[in-house]
């Protein structure tokens, strides 16, 4: 299984502010990489997918980065709503695998 | 807008079968795959597994492969998942999600999610 690992596990920041979030997996992912955002009581909603495009309806302040084993989640100018937690996920082989998380608070 | 909606036991007993319904609105379950995932409190999320909407195609995580079966429902747009000897390790809110493979490969809708409960 390829193993997902998530830093940091949790960052306080204030709105306004740029946040970035590392995802590493254990072997090459060739871009198949994917982030959610999930807020509490709530299903995960897909942000970024292939690494870096943007999906339908999500605001330009998210963005992707990363190839091989390492992945980056950027989200420029926080906002009141990005408050959560966010999740990787590798698509590059079975079985598919999530990261840890990171969760976002406010300071 | 693809809808999906989680159904079942919320409690089940130890060494019991888990079973669950997604029921699928707003669009059909023909294409693309259905999955389910599982998230225990306070972790990240586990994929459980998928079948394709023909019903000849299943995937599951090794980690579970022995005790898991998904398969479609006989009534339209509905699929299920079995989880075999549970223990408490198994309790977590378990989503149904569609997974779309074809370029993007991301669980693009999920259901609301519905926690069980394994206890005596």
């Known amino acids: 299984d390829i193993q997902m690992t998530q830093s940091p596990s949790s960052v306080s920041a204030s709105v306004g502010d740029r946040v970035t979030i590392t995802c590493r997996a254990s072997q090459g992912l060739s871009s198949w990489l994917a982030w959610y955002q999930q807020k509490p009581g709530k299903a995960p909603k897909v942000l970024i997918y292939?690494?870096?495009s943007l999906q339908s309806g999500v605001p330009s302040r998210f963005s992707g980065s990363g190839s091989g084993t390492d992945y980056t989640l950027t989200i420029n100018s926080l906002q009141p709503e990005d408050f959560a937690t966010y999740y990787c996920?590798?698509?590059?082989?079975?079985?598919?695998?999530f990261g840890g998380g990171t969760k976002v608070e406010i300071k | 807008q693809v809808q999906l909606q989680e159904s079942g036991p919320r409690l089940v007993k130890p060494s019991e079968t888990l079973s669950l319904t997604c029921t699928v609105s707003g669009g059909s379950i023909s294409t693309y795959y259905w999955s389910w995932i599982r998230q225990p409190p306070g972790k990240g999320p586990e994929w459980i597994g998928y079948?394709?909407?023909?019903?000849?195609?299943?995937n599951y995580n090794p980690s579970l492969k022995s005790r898991v079966t998904i398969s479609l429902g006989t009534s339209r747009n509905r699929f299920s998942l079995k989880l075999t000897s549970v223990t408490a390790a198994d309790t977590a809110v378990y989503y149904c999600?569609?997974?779309?493979?074809?370029?993007?490969?991301?669980?693009?809708?999920w259901g609301q999610g519905t926690l069980v409960t394994v206890s005596s």
């Open positions: 079948i394709y909407y023909t019903g000849n195609t299943t």
């Open positions: 999600a569609m997974y779309d493979s074809s370029g993007h490969s991301v669980f693009n809708y």
């Open positions: 292939i690494a870096s």
């Open positions: 996920q590798q698509a590059n082989s079975f079985p598919l695998t």
